[in-house]
Nanobody, 111 residues
Framework: QVQLVESGGGLVQAGGSLRLSCAAS????????MGWYRQAPGKEREWVAT???????NYADSVKGRFTISRDNAKDMVYLQMNSLKSEDTAVYYC?????WGQGTQVTVSS
């Protein structure tokens, strides 16, 4: 059974940083693209970033230059380093691989 468990969310002031982690089990992520998504209150879930099996990355324009996605295939982990956080980054952040989603971790940025 595939499980994705996110952690690292919390409350941070604008301009601060957080590092989210996603632990995968029941699946080897080595050859898989991994993604981070987020959903703010009253809004649809949106894509944030993707890291491909070869290590290349893509980012949504809204986070480009501030967020960094990375992976540790040996540990089946994916990370999202978030710097220069803004109030509009407040959302539940989800990890995704193939059609599997984690339960999400709340990020709240106070202005």
């Amino acid at each position: 059974q595939v499980q994705l468990v996110e952690s690292g969310g919390g409350l941070v002031q604008a301009g601060g940083s957080l590092r989210l982690s996603c632990a995968a089990s029941g699946i080897t992520i080595r050859m898989k693209a991994m993604g981070w998504y987020r959903q703010a209150p009253g809004k649809e879930r949106e894509w944030v970033a993707t890291i491909f099996s070869v290590g290349s990355t893509n980012y949504a324009d809204s986070v480009k230059g501030r967020f960094t996605i990375s992976r540790d295939n040996a540990k089946d982990m994916v990370y999202l380093q978030m710097n220069s956080l803004k109030s509009e980054d407040t959302a539940v952040y989800y990890c995704k691989v193939m059609d599997y989603w984690g339960q999400g971790t709340q990020v709240t940025v106070s202005s």
